[in-house]
């Protein structure tokens, strides 16, 4: 019984969701498409970064690691910068 009132719960929440989402004008859900591009670029760039890292090993690749934390790190604080200037386009 539990997991039957979770699944409607669950269900309402994702109703809600969907319904607020459609809200979005094409101006802002435009700008927030284009802040999940960057995040995912960034993903990207930092997965090739640490597989290129796992086959150099040693120092080198401790330190290209590094660096792609630092891309991933970076691509996400201008990702949510991006939505934030995003939820402002219809004074949210």
């Known amino acids: 019984m539990k997991t039957f009132a979770k ?4 269900a309402g929440v994702a109703a809600m969701s969907l319904s607020l989402a459609a809200c ?15 995040r995912e670029s960034a993903d990207a760039t930092a997965d090739s970064m640490e597989a290129t ?32 200037k995003a939820d402002k386009i219809d004074g949210k």
Do not use: P, Y
Request: glycine residues 10%; without cysteine.
């Open 7 to 10: 699944g409607v719960m669950l």
């Open 53 to 84: 890292a796992d086959a150099v090993g040693g120092t080198a690749g401790a330190a290209m690691d590094a660096k792609a934390d630092a891309v991933r790190s970076a691509g996400e604080k201008k990702a949510d910068a991006d939505e934030d």
């Open 24 to 38: 979005d004008s094409k101006k802002e859900q435009a700008a927030e498409d284009q802040a999940n591009s960057v």
